[in-house]
């Protein structure tokens, strides 16, 4: 198995990254834009200083924490597009409770706190696509769209509602909380490593639980034959539960991330999900579902995110190109897989 | 039209389904072709129409040979075919329905095809309101639908794959009907079914089909003695199994009723003892699959009791029929049976219950080679079970049984397995009932059914007769699943 | 040992893809810079809306352009968009830090929603010179001064701007129904809002000399500066449903051009309203016959003189809130706040609204004296009392007469 991987899937994911490359370039040509000059712009926008380092690394922690939580799903044969209401969930329920405790506990405590009801506020409302998909036969796509939508109207309610700044109607979030609340991060170098090692302890412990505990193999049969698992007696839809909850729980620590991370905006704003959680999907898509792989692929999405915040700066391009690129890749990895799918099927 | 087909070959994987058939088919004839499940019949068709390509062999049409890449190019050449299942759309209404793939006209006429589809309908008898939705349709209906819609295309050899399992006596007798008048319009009717009164009554010849080969043809005066020979060989069996001591009752259903969406049984009553082997024959979808789910929990009766060893189960889920020590083996291996992914070892580990969180991979490797030895399964307990050969697969869905169940429930239990690994098979199943073990099984295999079993629960169209296997033949059998005994 | 050889392929994967990268870049550097000019000085600006939408942000932009034409060798750097919907989660002080990679010796953060975030760049970066443009942190005598000596502040006094808006709008209006389409909701809104609202009154009351009662004023605040689906109400609903509802005058306290782009679509289909822009200069072009002109900002000014403070070492942190040069509201060198009509608005009654800034100028008219009262019957201002600076600034309330939501 793993000399077929590195026989045939390696070769074939690096041609899927020059398909995307040059499908990118083309794109980019069209608009007139050299590309040569956009790669090299995003490149250096991303590790051009150790400042610009640190906000990839910023970028990066939430998104290993999705991407970790989206192995569960995934491995269950779940879309759980969900994801991002989860990461606002996380962080709605970090920002009460902080709100709530900040002038009462010291402020490790209050962080230490507001991780764990942002892991239940995550776990709540992906168990809620997971009550949806079982009880109310919504599939999980939709019922994700859904709690999204749900979930960005609440943010924006408390942001104008209950948790307004005193004096203030703006959309543009809450009070700010103060340093103390910060994950603290280095003098020249504002990235916590609190951030990257809780994400990268999150895929570790995926990559595990998925190989090596009862659970894990029971979600991974469910995923590929769920019929088969049911009739081997696997509780198909209490681990489907489970595996909602657990993606939820770690999308919603990315939450928490997003509110008290060394580099974050430090309050609650509409959208602070910021699309990490669509592009955490494209992550582990990308990695093809192997945990391994989606440490260096989220890095490099991290790096490109970032990066791409150049182009306007420099060229005036719009900064989205940096989204272009990154679903060029998965498009074409799944094309390639998809080629390669059918090569085999002529073959046998 | 005359339709000549000239050593069609079509193998799938291990499975020669067509080997070698030569058939010729005059026009204007009700042309019957008949054989047991798996002889071949619906394959040959699926090739005539354009589902299927052969590997080999040709189709003729009025002395014309053709080649035809799907059934839409069938059907531009006259010949369509009614499956088993309609492969109509549900959610669309029946005119929707009837002008699917016809008119290359790119606005519809509406109002004219209504009119079309009526007078088509009425020439036949049908009865089909063009506004009705397709999902509220009788099975019945939608053949009738089909039909139509085949005619209006142009179709002049019709194909129709055991069309009356699922529908009413009325209907069959409207369909027959049709079927005449067709062939008096000089149309060419093909009627593919295992029932051989239908055959005798409907067609004026007959083409028997059994393991991918042509073996007799017979104008319609044979008696059905020689059909059933055709059909089955020459060789019958005798049920051998006469002396078996038998336990306490593990399963009893009482007046069990099941029904799906083409098919219902009604009052089953049926008592299997520790140590019984019970075959249930019939053709495919006759209603052994039914029963067999619902003792396994995975259908729920609409009425009646089931009790596996004295406790009630009826409408408990499957969780605690396995808990009951239940043991189910579906027939589609990779479908429901296995998880094609997955290692031997991760099945085996799958399996296992227990309170620990991490799986001890040491012990289930072990435990899988265990089984690999004992079931013969040629592979490691690494390899992935959707890399093994269909045999393999078979070995491994068995070898994945629980070991000491109270009651086991089989599907086609030795399919795709060479003579021996089926006989030892056996001798480890055997080898359970004598320490009290059930089993209920189905089989397309005559021979097994008799070999094997105590008794033999016989289906037809949801109709159930026991039958006692010490001393019965292969005859008998034979006829019974043909639907002797059953008016 | 499996492990180290799938490191090992993921390191070769991505350095092959770097290497690809980098070399592709460097291709490209060899491309000579310039004749040898002194190096420019540069400045940045960071910018909540796009840079030419018309409105805010675009006034802001050409204030930079300003700046650049009147300072030789000046250059300036910019980043749009820096707003929760195109750019979710990213923040001043990261712009700020790349702005300075790129050269920026001094950063312009032109938004209210900006503040926060350039105390927090500030004080990251003590060296730097910010400006937070509408901001009081580096207001002595405001309620929230604690900036760092790097950062001040510079506003202008759109307060007249507003009135003399309020006033074309109560000229013009057949129904004395005039509609305020405002942003969001802080002291600033409510200031200007409150400004326009008694430009308003006062052309019904002792131009018109009509009934004040008769002269209804509505606010609606979307939620933000500009359109944000989602997460604002759609302004263009609003400006819709002011007209449907017979408000025939909108006035655009909005960052971008929805009340003009919906009441020329009206205009078209033969209905008789008016909008007035705001921001940007040139925010009328877009439909001249419906627009009654704008009050706009004219940043230049402001910008040369932070850009020269910077540029010659004289930096002192300062808090300015500039008004109009009274003698030429219009004076592209020397006016902070002006007033543009457009067609839409009558000859007769762009001379009383000429009359109106006569007023404001020579101080014959000072709307901020009393007695004002507050929306929810509070008093503002006594009678005779005139508005100090910090009451003007920290409006804390719509004044009795206003409908709509105070916070």
């Not at chain 2, 189960?313 to 605690?320: A, H, K, L, S």
């Not at chain 2, 030795?414 to 055997?430: F, P, V």
């Not at chain 3, 893809?17 to 004749?35: D, S």
């Not at chain 3, 005598?141 to 502040?153: F, I, M, R, V, W």
Request: charged share 20%; proline share 5%; with cysteine.
């Amino acid at each position: 198995m793993n000399k077929e991987f590195i026989r045939r899937i390696i070769p074939l994911q690096i041609a899927a990254i020059l398909l995307a490359l040059s499908l990118s370039a083309v794109i980019l040509t069209i608009l007139s834009i050299s590309p040569i000059d956009a790669f090299s712009l995003i490149l250096s926008g991303a590790f051009g200083s150790p400042a610009k380092l640190a906000y990839v690394l910023t970028a990066w922690a939430p998104l290993l924490l999705c991407s970790a939580g989206l192995l569960v799903t995934f491995a269950a044969g779940l879309w759980n597009i969900g994801i991002e209401g989860q990461v606002v969930m996380g962080a709605v329920f970090a920002t009460g409770l902080m709100r709530i405790l900040q002038d009462s506990l010291p402020p490790s405590a209050v962080l230490l706190l507001a991780a764990l009801a942002g892991l239940l506020g995550g776990a709540l409302w992906g168990m809620l696509v997971g009550g949806l998909r079982r009880y109310g036969s919504v599939n999980e796509i939709f019922g994700g769209l859904g709690l999204n939508f749900i979930a960005g109207s609440l943010t924006v309610y408390l942001i104008l509602g209950p948790w307004k700044r005193p004096g203030i109607g703006s959309t543009s979030g809450t009070e700010p909380f103060p340093p103390s609340l910060w994950l603290p991060g280095f003098k020249d170098f504002q990235a916590s490593p609190i951030e990257m090692i809780l994400g990268l302890i999150a895929i570790a412990s995926v990559a595990i639980a998925l190989r090596d505990t009862h659970f894990g193999l029971r979600l991974r049969a469910v995923g590929m034959n769920m019929k088969a698992a049911f009739l081997k007696g696997v509780p198909v839809d209490q681990d489907l539960f489970l595996a909602f909850g657990l993606c939820g729980a770690l999308a919603g620590l990315a939450g928490w991330v997003l509110i008290v991370g060394t580099s974050a905006r430090h309050n609650l704003y509409p959208l602070i999900s910021s699309g990490y959680g669509y592009l955490a999907i494209l992550v582990v898509l990308l990695a093809n579902l192997k945990p391994f792989w989606s440490v260096p692929i989220s890095f490099s999405f991290a790096a490109i995110s970032m990066g791409s915040l150049q182009l306007p700066l420099q060229r005036q391009l719009d900064s989205s190109l940096g989204g272009v690129i990154q679903g060029m890749l998965v498009l074409s990895v799944l094309v390639i897989n998809g080629i390669r799918s059918r090569w085999l099927r002529h073959e046998g | 039209m005359k339709v000549e087909l000239k050593d069609i070959h079509k193998r799938f994987g291990p499975i020669q389904a067509n080997d070698g058939i030569t058939l010729s088919i005059e026009p204007g004839t009700l042309h019957g072709l008949l054989g047991e499940n798996g002889a071949g019949k619906s394959t040959l068709m699926k090739v005539l129409s354009g589902f299927l390509s052969p590997d080999r062999g040709e189709i003729r049409l009025d002395n014309k040979t053709i080649r035809f890449d799907s059934p839409a190019e069938a059907v531009a050449l006259g010949v369509g075919m009614l499956h088993q299942d309609p492969l109509d759309f549900p959610a669309l209404r029946v005119i929707d329905n009837f002008l699917l793939g016809s008119p290359r006209e790119f606005l519809l006429d509406r109002k004219y095809h209504q009119t079309r589809l009526a007078e088509l309908a009425n020439r036949f008898g049908f009865r089909l309101d063009p506004e009705a939705r397709v999902s509220e349709l009788s099975i019945g209906e939608r053949q009738q639908l089909e039909i139509v819609r085949l005619l209006a295309l142009g179709v002049n050899v019709l194909i129709l794959d055991e069309p009356t399992t699922a529908i009413s006596t009325q209907q069959r007798e409207s369909l027959f009907r049709a079927l005449s008048q067709l062939t008096e319009e000089g149309k060419t009717v093909i009627f593919v079914s295992h029932k051989l009164d239908e055959v005798k009554s409907l067609c004026s010849k007959v083409t028997v089909l059994a393991h991918g080969r042509v073996t007799g043809e017979a104008a319609m005066d044979c008696p059905t003695k020689e059909l059933v020979k055709m059909m089955f060989g020459q060789v019958l069996t005798v049920g051998k199994r006469c002396e078996v001591r038998l336990g306490e009752p593990i399963l009893e259903l009482q007046n069990l009723s099941l029904s799906d969406w083409r098919l219902e049984v009604k009052d089953l009553s049926l008592k299997v003892q520790a140590g019984e082997v019970v075959g249930l024959a019939g053709l495919e979808g006759s209603g052994q699959q039914l029963v067999l789910r619902a003792c396994a929990g995975l259908l729920r009766p609409s009425a009646g009791r089931i009790w596996i060893a004295h406790r009630d189960m009826t409408g408990r889920p499957y969780q605690d029929f396995i808990e009951a020590s239940i043991g189910y083996m579906p027939a589609a291996r990779l479908e429901e049976g296995l998880i094609a992914g997955m290692t031997l070892a991760e099945h085996i580990a799958l399996t296992e219950r227990g309170p620990s969180l991490f799986i001890d991979w040491t012990m289930a490797v072990e435990r899988a080679s265990q089984r690999i030895r004992e079931f013969n399964i040629k592979g490691q307990p690494t390899t992935f079970v959707g890399n093994l050969s269909g045999g393999n697969q078979q070995r491994t869905l068995l070898s994945l049984l629980p070991s000491q169940p109270k009651l086991l429930l089989m599907e086609h239990p030795t399919r795709g397995l060479d003579m021996e690994s089926m006989e030892y098979i056996w001798r480890l199943l055997q080898a359970l009932t004598q320490q009290g073990t059930a089993i209920l099984f189905i089989s397309s295999d005559p021979e097994e059914l008799l070999e094997r079993s105590d008794r033999i629960a016989i289906f037809f169209g949801g109709k159930v007769r026991m039958m006692d296997t010490c001393g019965a033949s292969l005859f008998d059998l034979g006829e019974s699943i043909g639907g002797k005994g059953f008016e | 040992m499996m492990g180290s050889k799938k490191l090992w392929m993921v390191v070769a994967v991505f350095t092959c893809l770097a290497m690809l990268l980098t070399a592709c870049g460097e291709k490209k550097k060899p491309e000579p810079a310039k004749a040898p000019e002194p190096a420019p000085f540069v400045f940045g600006v960071v910018l909540v809306g796009p840079y030419n939408d018309h409105g805010w942000s675009e006034a802001h932009y050409m204030g930079g352009k300003y700046a650049e034409s009147k300072i030789p060798n000046a250059k300036m750097i910019y980043v749009d968009n820096v707003n929760p919907g195109a750019k979710p989660g990213v923040t001043i002080p990261q712009v700020a830090e790349d702005l300075i990679s790129k050269g920026a010796r001094i950063i312009f953060t032109t938004s209210d929603d900006f503040k926060d975030g350039t105390l927090e760049a500030a004080k990251k970066y003590p060296n730097i010179p910010f400006v937070n443009v509408s901001g009081d942190h580096a207001w002595k005598e405001g309620k929230d001064y604690k900036a760092p000596n790097n950062l001040s502040n510079f506003m202008g006094r759109m307060e007249y701007g507003k009135m003399i808006a309020g006033c074309a709008a109560a000229l013009t209006t057949q129904t004395g129904k005039i509609g305020y389409l405002g942003p969001l909701i802080n002291d600033e809104t409510r200031r200007l809002a409150v400004s326009a609202y008694l430009g308003a009154k006062y052309a019904w009351t002792n131009i018109l000399k009509k009934d004040p009662k008769k002269l209804k004023f509505k606010a609606t605040w979307i939620g933000f500066w500009f359109n944000i689906p989602g997460q604002t109400l759609d302004p263009t609903k609003v400006a819709v449903d002011f007209y449907k509802s017979g408000y025939d005058v909108v006035i655009s306290g909005i960052d971008t051009t929805e009340a003009l782009v919906e009441a020329n679509k009206m205009a078209k289909a033969g209905k008789k309203v008016r909008a007035i822009q705001y921001d940007y200069k040139e925010a009328c072009k877009e439909a001249e016959e419906v627009c009654l002109g704008v009050p706009y900002f004219n940043w230049g000014p402001a910008y040369v003189k932070a850009v020269k403070m910077a540029l010659e070492n004289r930096w002192t942190q300062y808090w300015d809130w500039d008004g109009p040069d009274w003698k030429d509201i219009n004076h592209p060198d020397t006016s902070a706040v002006g007033f543009v009509k457009s067609r839409g608005l009558s000859q007769e009654n762009a001379e009383k609204v000429d009359g109106f800034i006569k007023g404001l100028a020579d101080g014959s008219i000072n709307l901020f004296k009393g007695p004002r009262q507050f929306q929810n019957g509070k008093t503002y201002l006594k009678e005779g009392e005139v508005a100090t600076d910090l009451q003007v600034w920290y409006f804390p309330q719509l004044l009795q007469g206003m409908e709509g939501r105070s916070k």
